[in-house]
């Protein structure tokens, strides 16, 4: 607080209750905690400890991916990764055949796949900076690489498997009963927390997002922050990857397309526009634990897969409608 | 600090600017005729009638799918719903022809309700998008999920036979001409009217700027909504063709062309900002990919490289697009 | 007859009145003129009737009338129409598609009726025969044309709608003498059909070669109407400036720094897009003000300066050391601050807290990685606190802020670590009062400890107080050196009106 400066006087607290029921986490907290109370009542049971762990587990999985996408997302420039399915899958693939079922091969797999993750997003990055390719046209490109590369792996080598300690890291109790992949999540959700917040790189995310121009007149290296968006995007990419290979025990065919596009819904329904420069990853951890808690309530109530996509497809125009639209163009 | 004066323009350069100024796929034409002319190199019956008309039959879908896309990229909007739209308008036109019986009258029924079912879903398009003013990558995927809801709704699983009416039209001859030729050329005809329509320049204005274009006293609103019609309608086309080309109703079959339309679009040296772009380009980006896809094939890549070979190409080619076509017009 | 009439019409943007209680009456068959100087709320005003900004209060009547103005559309169906001074034409689009964007002349109602485009394309630009320039035809491309010829485009654009109220915001600002007399040509015919012209212009020759009434409108608010013919350019330019402070500069109340101290920057023949052969000096101590017409050049030296747009010759000296302007990065490493009025674009990262405001320059300079709040918040609060901003906490975002102590936190980023030099680029645009006097008291305070300083200021009021020394800009060149005794508003205006 400045001294010389007098503090805002009081607002009135129901502007207050309204500013904060507007916080776009607050509004997905609130979702979260209408839906888990809506699959109670619909199937009792929805709600209990056991479940709720695995609807971390699979919220842990596209979170994880979302954060990348967060990134990217943040630095504006309509900055959207679509290449990420790609990265995952390729990833899990990478990370079965380094493995192959052993426990001693789990570091060489980590460090396998975070440089493969990282290699994609430097492409995506070079492209998008010096190329100046739209990042949606660039990301796409990748994307179609990336399930050729998956097909080549796929019928050149044997597929591989989750060793045991990847397995059980991802669904079994790790610590204080909660397993290691909501560790690594919570652990994600602090780094991202520091580094958007704390570090000087963090704050330059912001500023290239929030307004580029004058990010740049004030000395902001733009295009190396964009670039390192882009190699972060593959490397969270990449770790989910690992993570999904424990998850299902062995990899399979584009295991992880089902996350491109839902990894964006969750960095929108946490708060942070596809415009960037504002939101955080405390919103998108929200968003992804909200989707999937509504794609589980959707299987648990008694509709067949007809009713559960329209449903499922109204619900998130609905909530899209809580997030804010464009400006009108009337001054 | 010392610099030299930047040299003065030539004034070949200018003429070429004008070239790709107002022919913008002039890029993506090199880029086909190439690619024909190896496609010949590599497999001289690629270029024979037969191969031609295959090629055609399998990638017409696509071409009218990126025509599709166009028309909502040239106003600066997406739609990730087009691929769900043609699923769903497949399924509707085979359920209502074989429930009308599957002769000619009821196959012209049925790809009337198909238009309207493609027109329906680009009005929800448009209203999500211009009317609510949602994000359009965001609004679209959800309107996608919802389609395809309703498309596995009208027909559970992939497989329905459509009936032979139908088909064996779309891959047969009239008067020793295939059909498909009919199509393009009506195709073309189609395109060439609407290039020539109102909405077509006022869709590329409004992606020139949206605000400009609302003071200058354009209906911005109403604009964006015509395009996502107009890609709905056209999304009802490729589904046609699918329909064509696979016989059967399949409540799955066009969510991959989404992105692919998107490429071609882009192939075809469109802006994906808005304001500038050809529908032709976007078609000869559809076959572009097409041509790709078989000269992987002919050049004799062993199958499990085909597809990584093909994404790299697209990839290039998607990159020599944007570069070549900034150069030129810079 | 009076055709348009505004009936105490207010429109204010946050905190900032950019119209209040304006009356205006505009006759039939009159060519009006409106004139003030930049932000009076000349454009605002001609916003409003035009549609496309929404009045807080007010009354419009047309024909004694009152009509409701819900957009540019609505607007253009009451028969009112605009230049805009930003034009508004489809980059990507023919000259011919341009003049009739809006009303495409149609076939079978959806075809666009190409032969009846053109025609009514080629009426337009007959207008203009001769004029035209090289490179001008019906298909040629917006984004091809020069900045006359595009002008030229919008006034087709805005004559084409045919409408009984037009309104001229600058339209002859890119255009050349020839141009400009066949324009008004054709606004004399229009005239003569009955219809009203709003014409806007900062050219006192065209004011007077062209207007039947002028209202001089000053900080939103209406100052007066009066017979062009009853009038001079020493009047209007009194009405303009207020008569409060019509004597002039201000002696300034502080000693110059003479000839021998050290320059703090050189500039020898620079040149590039929008400026030519700029040579000056700034000593140490010392501000130098640019000053002229808007748009002449003088924030486009400043900025190539700083390394934002590449110049492409010149010689540069700061320090007595050569500069490369490659990039800001590059010169702010250097010691050179930059300071746009265009806060909104190239000024506030909008959106995120004050804190991270202040900071990036520091973060630069000092190569920092990390960003401690506490630590910042001891680097960020002495700034700000020179510049007496108030705000409510580092953490608020900066938009909750009024637009003076925006633009000061703005400022306060290159406080932490000292430049050897500021370029200040028309610093006070759209800010109060206060604001402005905190800020210079500052900028004169930072000026004795021996920094040099540009500033370039559009208000000529602001150049006339604080600067030491006025270089008259005019056609991307430096025309006048005002010293000493000469710095007074008239020779000052007289420098940028005559000239132009």
Sequence with gaps: MSDSAPATTSTPVSTRVAGFVKQPLIVALILIAALLLLGEALSPGFASGQQIMRLLIVAALLGIVAAGQNLVILGGREGIDLSVGGVVSLSAIIAGNLMAGENSGIPLAILGCIATGALFGLFNGIGVTLLRIPPLVMTLGMLGVLQGLLVVIRQGIPSGRASPGLANFVSQPFLFGIPGILWLWIAIGLVMAFLLGRTVFGHRIYAIGSNEQAAFMAGVPVKAVRIALFVLSGIFAAIAGICLLGYSGSSFANVGEQYMLPSIIAVVFGGTPLSGGKGGYTGTMAGALLLVILQSILVTINIDESGRQMVFGITLLVLMLFYGRGRSMRA | MTMASAPARSQNRSALKRAFERYPFLPALIILVVLMVLNGWFQPRSLSLSGVTGLIKTYLALMFLAVAQTYVIYAGDIDLSAGAIVSLVNVVIVAVMTALGGDGLSVMAALAVGIATGLACGLVNGLVVAALRLQAIVATFATSIFFTGLALYIQPVAGTPAPAAFWRTYGGRILEIPFVFYAVVAFAILLVVLVRTRLSLRLLAVGDGQQEAYQSGLPVTAIRMGGYALCGVFAALAAFCITGDTASGDPLVGGKMTLFSVAAVVLGGSALAGGYGTVVGSMIGALIIGFINSLVFFVGTPSEWQNLVQGLAILLALMAGVLVGRRARA | ?500
């Excluded at chain 3, 809006?102 to 025969?129: K, W």
């Excluded at chain 3, 000026?447 to 604080?466: R, T, W």
């Design chain 3, 1 to 500: 007859m009076i055709k348009l009439k505004l009936n105490g019409v207010s429109k204010a943007y946050g905190a900032t009145k950019a119209l209040s209680q304006a009356n205006l009456d505009i006759e039939a068959g009159e060519v009006h003129v409106l004139m003030g100087s930049n932000g009076s709320g000349k454009s605002t005003l001609s916003k409003i009737v035009a549609g496309s900004v929404k009045p807080d209060s007010g009354e419009i009547l047309l024909d004694g009338q009152p009509i409701t103005i819900t957009g540019p559309q609505s607007a253009r169906s009451h028969g009112i129409a605009i230049f805009y001074q930003e034009l508004s034409l489809a980059a990507h689009r023919t000259v011919a598609e341009n003049i009739s964007l809006a009303n495409l002349p149609s076939r079978a109602g959806i075809l666009v009726d190409q032969e009846t485009l053109e025609e009514r394309a080629q009426h337009y630009v007959t207008l203009f025969d001769g004029v035209t320039g090289d490179g001008f035809s019906l298909d040629a491309v917006i984004q091809d044309l020069r900045a006359d010829q595009r002008q030229l485009v919008e006034i087709m654009k805005t004559l084409s709608t045919e409408a009984s109220v037009i309104i001229f915001d600058e339209a002859t600002s890119a255009l050349d003498r020839a141009q400009v007399d066949r324009f008004f040509e054709i606004l004399r015919t229009l005239k003569q059909q009955g219809r009203s012209i709003i014409f806007i212009s900062h050219r006192m020759d065209e004011i007077f070669a062209i207007g039947d009434r002028v209202t001089i409108i000053r900080d939103g608010k209406i100052v007066g109407t009066k017979r062009i013919a009853d009038t001079n350019p020493a009047e209007i330019i009194t009405m303009m400036v207020g008569s409060h402070d019509e004597a002039g500069a201000k002696p300034a109340g502080h000693s110059a720094p003479t000839g021998a101290v050290a320059s703090a920057l050189s500039v020898q023949n620079l040149t590039g897009r929008g400026f030519k052969d700029i040579s000056f000096t700034v000593r140490k101590g010392e501000i130098l003000g640019f000053g002229g017409l808007h748009g002449q050049g003088q924030s486009a030296v400043l900025r190539a300066l700083f390394g934002a747009i590449p110049p492409t010759s010149g010689k540069i000296d700061l320090d007595g050391k050569p500069l490369d302007p490659a990039n800001p990065r590059q010169t702010i490493r250097h010691g050179v601050a930059y300071v746009s009025g265009d806060r909104a674009r190239e000024g506030v990262i909008t959106g995120r807290p004050i804190l991270e405001n202040v900071m990036p320059i520091h973060y630069l300079r000092d190569r920092m990685k990390l960003a401690h709040p506490v630590v910042s918040a001891g680097k960020a609060l002495p700034a700000l606190q020179a510049l007496r901003t108030k705000f409510a906490g580092l953490g608020f975002p900066i938009s909750s802020l009024s637009g003076g102590n925006q633009q000061k936190v703005v400022i306060a980023r290159w406080l932490i670590d000292r430049p050897a030099v500021l370029l200040l680029d028309d610093p006070t645009k759209g800010i109060d009062l206060s604001a402005k006097t905190d800020l210079f008291a500052l900028i004169r305070k930072l000026a004795e400890e021996g920094m040099g300083i540009v500033l370039y200021a559009s208000e000529d009021a602001e150049l006339l107080d604080n600067a030491d020394r006025i270089l008259v800009f005019n056609g991307g060149s430096i025309r006048r050196e005002l010293t000493g005794a000469e710095r007074t508003r008239y020779n000052l205006y007289q420098a940028a009106y005559e000239a132009a």
